[in-house]
């Protein structure tokens, strides 16, 4: 079945340095892809999503490229802030033409801790 | 912007018992969904709803789950003669589903503790 797996947290970071969190995944065609955050105390909101190879989503200073030749869809910002300390998930659902439903498959989360 | 809610935020029940979780998506939504999340694992799919019935499911959704949705805007989670490890984040998300590809949009959970 589809799979996501991420690099293990939790992430610590100083203020204004670089972000990559590391996702990859086992699917079937080209499933969309997602990023979603949690922060304290609050449930998941999407942040960026990608629906079809190369391509790029961005929200809020994250980016996130579709790479269908390395099955990736690492989550990439270039100055995080301590607003940014949550749980980031990537997820996706599986591709459409597949007729695997609409659900979504989750990597287990990583905590970024980011301190001034 | 519109937004699911979930009620309650917490909700702790006996073992045995049987404890209703409620949400109500956004407005014109046409997909339903539930997850959780046990603490310290990964956020698991439960069911998916469209068009008044059960559209996917996993095998966790077993016969001590059911979902309702017994009006226009409320989507109920069941869950029968609740287990110890029924204790977990329980979301629920909906999507628009006119157009392809539409995201999944979440609550904020609700949080059940089984003792």
């Known amino acids: 079945g589809d799979s996501v797996t991420q690099m293990e947290g939790p992430v610590t970071l100083s203020e204004e340095a670089f972000l990559t969190i590391n996702c990859t995944y086992t699917a079937t065609g080209y499933p969309s892809l997602f990023w979603y955050v949690q922060y304290p105390g609050e449930g998941l909101q999407l942040l960026l999503k990608a629906t079809k190879a190369d391509d790029k989503g961005s929200n809020k200073g994250f980016e996130a490229t579709y790479r269908k030749e390395t099955t990736s869809f690492h989550l990439e910002k270039g100055s995080v802030q301590v607003s940014d300390s949550a749980v980031y998930f990537c997820?996706?659902?599986?591709?459409?033409?597949?007729?695997?439903?609409?659900?979504?498959?989750f990597g287990t989360g990583t905590q970024l801790k980011v301190e001034l | 912007e519109p937004e699911v809610t979930q009620t309650p935020s917490h909700q702790v029940t006996q073992m045995g018992q049987e404890v209703i979780l409620r949400c109500v998506p956004i407005s014109n939504h046409l997909y339903f969904y539930w997850y959780r999340q046990i603490l310290g694992q990964k956020v698991e799919f439960l069911v998916s709803f469209y068009n008044n019935e059960i559209s996917e499911k996993s095998e966790i959704f077993d016969d001590q789950f059911s979902v309702e949705r017994p009006d226009g805007s409320n989507f109920t989670l069941k869950i029968r003669s609740t287990k110890l490890e029924d204790s977990a984040m329980y979301f629920c998300?909906?999507?628009?589903?006119?157009?392809?590809?539409?995201?999944?949009?979440f609550g904020d959970g609700t949080r059940l503790s089984i003792l």
């Open positions: 998300a909906s999507r628009d589903g006119t157009v392809s590809n539409q995201p999944q949009h």
């Open positions: 997820a996706l659902t599986p591709d459409i033409l597949t007729g695997g439903g609409n659900k979504l498959t």
